[in-house]
């Protein structure tokens, strides 16, 4: 999917800024995915070697995560570094949610997948409610960036325990997960441009897969062997998804490829 529609858009009074998330292409696919599968191994590596313990670090990525998007929230207009560096981060602190969920306070995956569907929900509800669009091509006040960043907060908390779920309580490994997940954003693929589904629900549907789908990959080319795994460790797996990552946002901060054509637009008649 390359594009998404909205038939309402906020008043002119109301755009302050131009739109503050990137066009989305098969760049903005690629480095979501990429991002997925580090906040997955990072989170893990960093439960592991940091000695904070998982409450510890997820105090430390969360006051990370709040810094970068005070910093994202004062851009005016999107910049690839800040937002993909924040994306980076919302992946790691969405899957700490879920593990802290999981392995310090006991919840059952089945009961945190539930929920985090249920808040993701009320939280599209509201954003509707209140801007009348849940289209990413309208980011463009602070009450809709506000409203994004918390639905992809929930996205990844509910990728992370939808796709432990699949995996692990399942049992059907790290591998045929990937290829479930993969499958179900195909179909949604599919949907939006051979049966018309509505582009904004498709948008979103295939944003919440790609959580588990990364994640699995991530999972996959990290643990051991004896668990499913191509045993790389997550330093190795962590590093080399970053530094893809880094290329490509990178190439994209110089290029602009993912600007969004009405920032051109505005930037062109400026």
């Given amino acids: 999917m390359t594009y998404e529609t909205s038939e309402t858009a906020a008043p002119a009074r109301q755009r302050l800024r131009w739109n503050k998330v990137p066009e989305v292409t098969v760049y903005f696919w690629t480095i979501k995915v990429l991002c997925t599968t580090v906040g997955e191994t990072a989170a893990d590596l960093l439960n592991d070697k940091a000695g904070l313990g998982l409450t510890g670090v997820s ?13 994202q929230f004062r851009t005016s207009a999107y ?29 059952p995956l089945q009961t945190s997948t539930t929920v985090f569907a249920i ?13 009348r669009t849940l289209s990413i091509h309208h980011i463009d006040t602070t009450s809709r960036e506000s409203f994004y960043w918390l639905a992809v907060l929930f996205t990844f908390a509910l990728g992370t325990a939808a796709g432990d779920l699949v995996s692990e309580r399942m049992d059907l490994g790290y591998w045929l997960s990937a290829v479930l997940f993969a499958a179900a954003i195909a179909a949604v693929a599919i949907a939006h441009f051979a049966l018309g589904l509505d582009a904004v629900w498709s948008f979103w549907i295939a944003y919440i897969l790609t959580r588990p789908l990364g994640a699995s990959i991530g999972d996959y080319l990290s643990q051991p062997t004896g668990d499913g795994g191509l045993g790389l460790g997550t330093v190795i797996t962590s590093a080399l998804f970053l530094a893809v990552i880094l290329g490509l ?4 901060g110089v290029t602009r490829k993912d600007v969004t054509e009405s920032e051109r637009a505005s930037r062109h008649v400026a």
Avoid: Q
């Avoid at 946002?249 to 994209?252: A, F, S």
């Fill in 119 to 131: 808040l993701l929900v009320v939280v599209f509800a509201v954003w509707y409610r209140r801007e």
């Fill in 249 to 252: 946002v990178g190439y994209l």
């Fill in 59 to 71: 105090a430390l990525m969360s006051a990370l995560l709040a810094v970068v998007l005070v910093v």
């Fill in 79 to 107: 910049r690839a570094a800040v937002y993909w560096l924040a994306v980076a981060l919302i992946s790691v602190v969405g899957t700490l949610i879920s593990d802290n969920l999981t392995d310090n306070v006991g919840v």
